[in-house]
């Protein structure tokens, strides 16, 4: 079991939560769970609700959409971000490959910690909007690129 500073550390690690102050993600560290998974486990399945986040500490997770491969994901990377602010259903499906350890926070637990510390919010959601504008940016150049071809 991590401590609440491993807890800490681990978050910091991880990009959507690089601009939160570290006593905000003591307050998220104390409202997330470990949780162990075998390889061969479904963590969850496209299309069902989204109830979490889950942050990798050790193993691996594979995240298929309509059974093709998206992405292979490992320590130090979550899954299951735009869970903790929407209700739409998972849009891949999560499986075990190699044995993990996760840290699971709540969809439910991280609304009631927000309700009193927004700027955990702030923090979380200027990160999310720089990926999404990496990702326009980078989209946009594409584009340009094969037109230009």
Do not use: C
Not at 31 to 40: K, N
């Amino acid at each position: 079991m991590l401590t609440t500073i491993e807890r800490v550390i681990l978050l910091r690690r991880v990009d959507v939560f690089t601009g939160v102050p570290t006593e905000k993600l003591a307050e998220l560290a104390a409202v997330s769970e470990e949780v162990d998974r075998l390889e061969g486990d479904v963590l969850f399945r496209e299309s069902e609700p989204s109830d979490a986040l889950y942050l990798v500490i050790h193993g691996e997770i594979r995240l298929t959409a309509e059974g093709q491969w998206v992405a292979d994901v490992g320590p130090e990377e979550a899954i299951g971000t735009w869970a903790l602010f929407d209700d739409e259903p998972r849009i891949a499906t999560a499986t075990v490959t190699r044995d993990a350890r996760l840290l699971r926070i709540r969809t439910n637990r991280f609304q009631e910690l927000l309700s009193d510390h927004t700027e955990i919010a702030q923090a979380v959601l200027r990160t999310l909007a720089q990926r999404f504008r990496s990702l326009a940016r980078d989209s946009t150049d594409t584009t340009r690129t094969t037109q230009a071809d």
